[in-house]
């Protein structure tokens, strides 16, 4: 049941994209997108369990550019994780960007991938993120959509980090990836897969370890995965 509205935004913004992440002290961190002038930009802003503002809403990008599909963790220290698209010149490039506690900027924004980059899922394990997108080839020679993945040391510098390319395939479509942890800590890996062949569409679900970052997933059809 719906206890109180909240407007956090005015009558006039075209938001899109919204997220909410909860702590757990019941603040929560929101995310969407907003019409700036001529582009989408990205505004968070931190909400108190209570439904106060803990913070005004804060326009994150300031590109001239679009900016997508932002997304949220959440960690033990109760620092929230962003990352989002920016279109930049019919290219899609990845950021990620840290917040402390209480909902303020913690670091610049951070350049993680380019090339077509899709949206990323975000989970965190004890100090680790493990963060996993698309990105594809469009080129007349290689038409394919593969997955990307880089696991990223919360205690230590965010100057390198590694990606690791977990498919690999000519020809092939991987869309819509997410991760999730089960009871016994471990992190699971689902996304959609597309094979186009002489006509043909084919869909399949897979599940895979990415804690154990397998190249290659176990999968599941044609049930549908609906729970871990």
């Given at each position: 049941?719906?206890?109180?509205?909240?407007?956090?935004?005015?009558?006039?913004?075209?938001?899109?994209?919204?997220?909410?992440?909860?702590?757990?002290?019941?603040?929560?961190?929101?995310?969407?997108?907003?019409?700036?002038?001529?582009?989408?930009?990205?505004?968070?802003?931190?909400?108190?369990?209570?439904?106060?503002?803990?913070?005004?809403?804060?326009?994150?990008?300031?590109?001239?550019?679009?900016?997508?599909?932002?997304?949220?963790?959440?960690?033990?220290?109760?620092?929230w994780?962003?990352?989002?698209?920016?279109?930049?010149?019919?290219?899609f490039?990845?950021?990620?960007?840290?917040?402390n506690?209480?909902?303020?900027?913690?670091?610049?924004?951070?350049f993680?991938?380019?090339?077509?980059?899709?949206?990323?899922?975000?989970?965190?394990?004890?100090?680790?993120?493990?963060?996993?997108?698309?990105?594809?080839?469009?080129?007349?020679r290689?038409?394919s959509n593969?997955?990307?993945?880089?696991?990223?040391?919360?205690?230590?510098?965010?100057?390198?980090?590694?990606?690791?390319?977990?498919?690999?395939?000519?020809?092939?479509?991987?869309?819509?990836?997410?991760?999730?942890?089960?009871?016994?800590?471990?992190?699971?890996?689902?996304?959609?897969?597309?094979?186009?062949?002489?006509?043909?569409?084919?869909?399949?679900?897979?599940?895979?370890?990415?804690?154990?970052?397998?190249?290659?997933?176990?999968?599941?059809?044609p049930?549908?995965?609906?729970?871990?």
């Open positions: 049941m719906l206890s109180q509205k909240i407007v956090f935004t005015d009558e006039f913004s075209n938001v899109d994209d919204l997220r909410a992440v909860f702590s757990p002290e019941g603040n929560f961190m929101l995310v969407w997108t907003d019409q700036i002038g001529k582009n989408r930009q990205v505004k968070t802003m931190l909400v108190s369990s209570s439904g106060e503002e803990v913070t005004k809403p804060v326009q994150l990008t300031q590109s001239e550019s679009n900016n997508y599909n932002p997304n949220l963790a959440i960690d033990q220290k109760q620092r994780h962003l990352v989002w698209r920016e279109e930049d010149r019919k290219d490039k990845l950021y990620y960007q840290q917040f506690h209480l909902g303020e900027i913690d670091s610049s924004p951070i993680i991938d380019a090339v077509n980059t899709g949206s990323a899922s975000l989970l965190i394990r004890e100090d680790n993120l493990y963060m996993v997108w698309n990105k594809g080839k469009m080129s007349l290689d038409k593969n997955l990307f993945g880089t696991v990223i040391n919360l205690q230590e510098t965010l100057d390198d980090i590694e990606i690791l390319q977990l498919t690999n395939e000519h020809g092939h479509y991987y869309y819509h990836p997410s991760i999730a942890m089960d009871s016994l800590g471990e992190i699971h890996l689902i996304y959609q897969y597309n094979l186009k062949s002489y006509g043909s569409l084919v869909d399949r679900t897979y599940l895979g370890d990415f804690s154990n970052q397998k190249k290659k997933a176990d999968w599941i059809y049930e549908p995965i609906s729970s871990f």
